[in-house]
């Protein structure tokens, strides 16, 4: 089933159809008629279901724009959940002109909120306590509410909000929608959907048992701006006959290909708006080994049957448990090994760590690869063929051609040896070793490490928490890596690791540290 079975306004129609969703998720399917037609509903699913649209699209689809006052509340059980249902709101709301949507939580200025409130909002998604506040503030007005959704009911009955949630229900109007939705149905739970819920429809969406084969599985948290960047530092390193990578959205899929055909690379893609004889025919180039790059949507990218694929790439985090167990079973086929790696962004930790728990899994974290990590494995490798060709096959020709070459030119066999490494490598790749001394030279630093200058200082009020922040943030460096910082009033000196200077560098050319664009550059030898 999709967005368009649903008959669902134009307008959130659109929304969901630019996000790039393509299929309707079972709690959607089921959730979604029952909760636009206006009855109470129980639903029984778990975290990575697709509960966010299942009750939030019905609810928006019921709020009226032009009426400014309060017509739906969520609760929630922590502020991370209300602050991402709001997000994901929003987004469904989109050309929805008119529709607020506010979260409101413990921890944050209740005097903000009241401000917000007071300009008028349709929809508000909260933790209890704080929604208590507001009532009893009476900046929150309950008479107008004809929704509420009771999210992931159980974890806030284990956090002991029972007693909260009663009350917020008992000042709600007589006639008004309850949506309940929880991962189990204990007791208390049902007593409350006994109490306060009106002749529900209960639905049943509870997931399978989750296991997935043995993949060494990697994650890796990264700055959103260098995803691509990482994505293919991993491609280099790791060096893939074939690799599949994934991504939510058809509109991510577009331009990753185009990102990485743009940086050299051999990448198709694949997703619900191309026509068949289009997938076909990217499906035969995958095959054929005339790409090596397969991006694609998780629906997308059902029935691909191709065993040596060698490495699953999660660009984005998977929206389902399930499907992340899809997507890295496509790798590790008929008794190869296989490798996954996830790029993890901001608080998609979160959704990481359910993953990792509903799927019974261990998923380890690993530091973003620099530069001259991958020109060292290169070599390794290079230096593993090599070691292959010499002890299986015959050399003798060869050799024969190199000393006859050797013997018209001053060249030592060691010297030919490495440049012939050099052209193999490309771009003039050297290890990096030399790389740094080369480089850098003696910046003063300490051993092993570069010291950085950076055009800001005190003056611009400007911390050592902020120059550590953006070194670490911006090169996926971690921050405890980063050696001493000296401020002075207008400029700073940092200390990296050799390995990473190169990769700072870079990366802070389009940083901005307080606001201000900022140089970096390596410095000049202390006196």
Not at 315 to 332: K, L, S
Not at 385 to 394: C, P, R
Not at 434 to 461: C, S, W, Y
């Amino acid at each position: 089933m999709n967005f368009e079975e649903l008959c669902l306004d134009t307008r959130i129609l659109r929304a969901v159809t630019e996000m790039g969703f393509e299929q309707v998720s079972p709690i959607q399917a089921q959730a979604i008629p029952i909760a636009i037609e206006g009855r109470d509903l129980i639903g029984q699913a778990q975290t990575g279901t697709g509960k966010t649209a299942a009750f939030g699209i019905p609810l928006l689809q019921r709020v009226d724009p032009h009426n400014k006052k309060l017509q739906a509340i969520v609760l929630c059980p922590t502020r991370e959940l209300a602050i991402q249902c709001a997000n994901e709101m929003r987004k469904f709301a989109k050309f929805m002109h008119g529709i607020k949507v506010l979260p409101i939580y413990g921890g944050q200025d209740i005097t903000k909120q009241i401000r917000s409130l007071k300009g008028g909002t349709q929809v508000i998604i909260g933790t209890p306590g704080r929604v208590i506040d507001h009532i009893n503030r009476h900046t929150l007005k309950m008479g107008t509410v004809g929704t509420v959704v009771l999210d992931e009911a159980d974890e806030m009955l284990n956090m002991g909000f029972r007693e909260d949630i009663e009350t917020i229900l008992e000042t709600l109007p007589d006639e008004h929608q309850t949506l309940l939705f929880s991962a189990t149905m204990p007791r208390p739970i049902m007593e409350i959907a006994g109490n306060y819920l009106k002749n529900p429809e209960i639905i049943k969406v509870v997931k399978k048992e989750l296991t997935v084969p043995k993949i060494e599985q990697y994650y890796y948290e990264v700055n959103p701006r260098k995803k691509s960047e990482v994505l293919s530092r991993l491609i280099d390193m790791y060096d893939p006959e074939l690799s599949l990578i994934f991504c939510n959205t058809k509109r991510k899929v577009d331009e990753l290909v185009d990102d990485l055909k743009g940086r050299g690379y051999f990448a198709a893609g694949l997703h619900g708006d191309m026509k068949q004889s289009q997938r076909d025919r990217v499906m035969n180039g995958f095959r054929s080994g005339k790409t090596d790059i397969l991006v694609a949507t998780d629906v997308a990218a059902r029935g691909i049957d191709i065993d040596d694929v060698e490495a699953v790439f999660n660009y984005d985090v998977p929206q389902d448990d399930e499907y992340y167990v899809h997507r890295i079973g496509r790798t590790g086929r008929a008794g190869r090994t296989g490798r996954a790696f996830t790029l993890v962004v901001g608080r998609e930790i979160y959704k990481l760590k359910d993953i990792q728990r509903y799927c019974k899994t261990k998923i380890k974290r690993q530091p973003i690869p620099s530069v001259n990590d991958i020109t060292d494995i290169k070599v390794e490798k290079l230096m593993e063929k090599a070691s292959d060709i010499i002890e299986n096959e015959n050399l003798g020709k060869m050799i024969g051609i190199l000393e006859e070459h050797l013997d018209e030119r001053d060249y030592s066999s060691l010297e030919m040896a490495a440049a012939l490494l050099m052209m193999q490598m490309g771009e003039n790749e050297m290890p990096s070793e030399v790389m740094h001394r080369e480089e850098f030279g003696d910046t003063g630093a300490e051993p092993g490490m570069v010291r950085l200058f950076i055009n800001i200082g005190k003056k611009q009020k400007v911390r050592i928490g902020d120059i550590l922040g953006a070194v670490a943030g911006e090169s996926g460096m971690e921050g405890a890596l980063v050696g001493a910082i000296d401020m002075y009033d207008k400029f700073t000196f940092v200390e990296v690791p050799n390995e990473y200077a190169a990769d700072v560098i870079d990366a802070m050319k389009d940083a901005k540290i307080k606001g201000k664009t900022v140089n970096v550059e390596p410095a000049n030898k202390k006196d």
